[in-house]
């Protein structure tokens, strides 16, 4: 007696000799492990196969007993009438695999006789089959990715302009020089990187240092008397006085003891600080003649106790005129 056993993986049916029932097995197409089950009592010996609802049937040898393990499929879902209406209850019901009679008689079946077993060849070609269905997806991505008409058209004009600018840009361009002429060309270039480089900062150097020569050699250099600082304010009713010449004459014209006078120009808040010299801050210590002006050269009255003062050498000097 045959076992008929259907893989649960790949649908296959399979034959199965009666005595391996209860062992362990394996689908030699689908690799999917199963128990052998027990042979049905009723099993009237009809053996049909078939193939699952919407699936195409694959040609397969039938009632081959095999010794497990195995790696070749050993039965495979025989080929049946692909009708629309193909009703699996008849095959049951009749033993062989029938259409109605609404649907049309297919040809003549090519289907592979029971007791053959599948040659390598048929199963390569299965598989290239199946190895076909899965790239045609690829293939229509392929084609809606395929650039169409107009964008084929749009890069050819893009080339074309670019292609025309290039000729553009190459007959505006200057005409390729002589020898003798590139050579004058890298000589003048030599000059230019020659006087940016060197010539010039040269040049600059040579200006500052000679200026500095120049300011220090025409100085004039202080060498009197030591100068104390001297400053103070000048107000008129109690409000500053700006642009009032302030000066420090000595008390005798000739005297040895005073030679230098000091003078000043009050800023807007009344200050002077007097100048003996150019440069110089300060008076020599000694006594002193004040006389005020005012912006214009007209002098001021000096009050009596502010007409002499007095620079000392050690005292602050800081003095105040009130008009």
Sequence with gaps: MTIRFTCPGCESVLKIKDEKAGTDAKCPKCKRPFVVPQPEDDDD??????????????????????????????ELTPEV??????????????GRPVARASAPSPAASQSVPPDRRPSIAELMKDYESTKKKDKSPKKAESAKSAPSAAETTSSAADVLARSY??????????PPLSRTDA????????AIEF?????LPGLAAFFVVAWGYSWY?????????????????VTKSG???????VEFGPEAPGSEDQVLQASAITDEQG?????AFAGQYGAPAGNYVVGLSDQSGVPLQVPEDDVRKTVSDTAPNEFEFKL
């Design 45 to 74: 010996g009809i053996e049909i196969e078939v193939a699952p609802s919407g699936k195409a049937a694959a040609p397969a040898p039938a009632d081959l007993p095999i010794d497990l393990p195995v790696d070749m499929p050993i």
């Design 165 to 174: 600018q290039q000729k553009r840009d190459a007959a505006s361009a200057p």
């Design 217 to 233: 050699m025409n100085r004039e250099i202080y060498d009197g008397p030591p100068l104390f600082e001297v400053s103070g304010v």
């Design 81 to 94: 009438p692909a009708g629309e209406e193909f009703d699996p209850a008849d095959v049951l019901n009749s």
């Design 183 to 190: 050579r004058a060309a890298e000589q003048r270039a030599v």
């Design 195 to 199: 006087v940016k480089s060197r010539l």
């Design 271 to 275: 200050r002077f600080r007097l100048s």
């Design 239 to 245: 409000q500053p006085l700006a642009g009032v010449r």
